[in-house]
């Protein structure tokens, strides 16, 4: 806000900055006093992940600690159009040539990074992979592996650990070609790389209600139903049943909607959950015998259950 002559209103008002249009507007008549002006005030380019922590900086990017120069070191880019500048295209090619010690980190950080986006997990979760496939790059010794299973069960530990656990199929899915049987294989192998360097952060044990709410978000469940599903699969934990968390999940998800007036399919299940249908048939014939006992009588008395299909 400040003060200027507008010539529509014949006398100094107070006008407006639109610093994104370049324009001073007049508070009361609107009229444009000036369009296209130049912002001179410091221009911020990147800022703390944390919004908690301002700390802008006013070119480049943020520095990365877990690389040998910050990840500040200079870049000659390739030149514009097809012909180029043949100065700038040799400098580039030699720069590329020489002895980069970070150039597999900063390939592989970028692999996380996509895997990461591409999952929705947030910069803490890479944060932590990036950091775990440091540690085991130090020790020289997953050269000859499969990279890409690597770097995904680094992803897969990582989210363990930061308790956003995803299922191995989902982590396959971004792995770029890697099966679960290597990234199984990968994820014990860094597992007892880690422990062999000294103490490492534990590795949390997976729960069905973890993934319960992001499958019922995935199928377009109702609140109430979410909200029967998540005290389900709570008491489900006091049985012996001996099925993966994940297939428990889908199966208390199945009995919750045929109880509810929007049923879901069982293939509609198996495609969010990332379960087959027969998997989750033979963790609802596990349930069954025990859906008085899980189901809220909220959500379903007793006369209700015997709609539920017989296993």
Not at 27 to 49: K, M, P, Q, Y
Not at 50 to 77: A, H, K, Q, W, Y
Not at 175 to 204: C, F, H, M, W
Not at 245 to 257: H, K
Request: hydrophobic share 35%; with cysteine.
């Amino acid at each position: 806000m400040g003060d200027a002559y507008c010539s529509d209103c014949k006398r100094s008002t107070e006008v407006v900055f639109d610093h994104s249009a370049g324009d001073t507007v007049c508070s009361e008549c609107g009229l444009v006093l000036e369009a296209h002006s130049i912002d001179e005030t410091s221009e911020w380019r990147t800022f703390a992940n944390e919004s908690g922590d301002n700390d802008p900086v006013r070119v480049g990017g943020p520095s990365n600690p877990l690389l040998t120069d910050g990840g500040l070191s200079t870049v000659i880019s390739k030149p514009n159009g097809a012909s180029g500048d043949f100065l700038s295209s040799s400098l580039g090619r030699w720069q590329n040539r020489g002895s980069n010690p970070d150039r597999t980190l900063i390939q592989a950080f970028k692999t996380i990074a996509t895997m990461s986006d591409r999952l929705g997990l947030v910069a803490t979760v890479k944060d932590r992979a990036n950091e775990i496939y440091k540690k085991v790059e130090d020790q020289k010794s997953i050269r000859g592996r499969n990279q890409d299973a690597i770097l995904a069960a680094c992803l897969y530990i990582a989210c363990r650990q930061e308790d956003i656990p995803r299922t191995v199929k989902e982590i396959c899915s971004v792995a770029n070609g890697a099966t679960k049987k290597e990234i199984g294989r990968a994820k014990e192998y860094i597992v007892k790389q880690l422990e062999s360097g000294g103490p490492i952060d534990s590795i949390k044990a997976v729960h069905a209600s973890d993934f319960l709410r992001r499958f019922c978000s995935h199928l377009g469940m109702s609140n109430q139903a979410v909200k029967a599903a998540q005290e389900a699969v709570k008491l489900s934990e006091e049985l012996d049943i001996r099925r993966s968390p994940i297939s428990v999940a889908a199966a208390v998800i199945y009995i919750i909607s045929q109880l509810s007036d929007e049923k879901k399919l069982l293939r509609d299940i198996s495609i969010a959950t990332g379960v087959a249908e027969g998997t989750i048939r033979n963790s609802y014939k596990d349930l069954y015998p025990y859906a008085v006992r899980i189901v809220p009588t909220w959500y379903a008395k007793e006369e209700e259950l015997k709609n539920l299909c017989s296993p």
